[in-house]
């Protein structure tokens, strides 16, 4: 559970009094943008913009579709790319409003887009005119490191 204002990579300490999100502050958010990659931190942060935040404002939750082009030699051997982008469209957005469901929200609407998540988020910003956009920490492989 995130309790803290500053999001949830930071420290899970209880608030005091004076730093919690004031009606004020709430008011004035509007719209948020909140990216997702699916990861435990991403969602996190989708959870913590869309309900503590600002839950009254506009959320869109963005999700980036980064799909590298087909090498020549697998082509005809591998579905299309142009396949392979719709599939993972649609499992995007399906996962997308599962959650929205699950949450209860109703002021949230859904963008899945082609590109580099940096751009995709910043470019679903712009065109919903966000006041704030919120990702969470970048998720970090498993394995060696």
Same mark, same amino acid.
């Given at each position: 559970?995130? $309790? ?9 300490? %209880?608030?005091?009094? =004076? =730093?919690? &999100?004031? #009606? ?5 958010? $509007?719209?948020?943008? @909140? ?9 996190? @942060? ?8 600002? %839950? ?5 939750? &963005?999700?980036?579709? *980064?799909? %590298? %082009? ?20 649609? @499992?995007?957005? =399906? ?5 929205? =469901? ?8 859904? *963008? ?10 910043? $470019?679903?910003?712009? #065109?919903?005119? @966000? $006041?704030? &956009?919120?990702?969470? *920490? ?8």
């Amino acid at each position: 559970m995130i $309790d803290d204002i500053h999001g949830p990579s930071l420290s899970r300490r %209880p608030l005091r009094e =004076e =730093e919690k &999100v004031s #009606d004020r502050v709430k008011h004035t958010i $509007d719209s948020i943008v @909140a990216g997702t990659d699916f990861s435990m931190q991403s969602l996190d @942060a989708v959870n913590w913009a869309c309900s503590k935040l600002a %839950p009254e404002a506009q959320c869109t939750l &963005v999700h980036a579709l *980064e799909i %590298p %082009p087909q090498p020549r030699f697998l082509r005809g051997v591998l579905p299309s790319r142009d396949e392979v982008v719709e599939r993972e469209r649609n @499992a995007a957005i =399906e996962k997308l409003n599962k959650l929205v =469901e699950e949450r209860g929200w109703s002021r949230v609407n859904i *963008e899945v887009r082609e590109g580099r998540p940096d751009r995709v988020i910043a $470019d679903v910003a712009k #065109d919903v005119k @966000a $006041d704030r &956009v919120v990702v969470g *920490e970048h998720a970090r492989p498993r394995g060696l490191g």
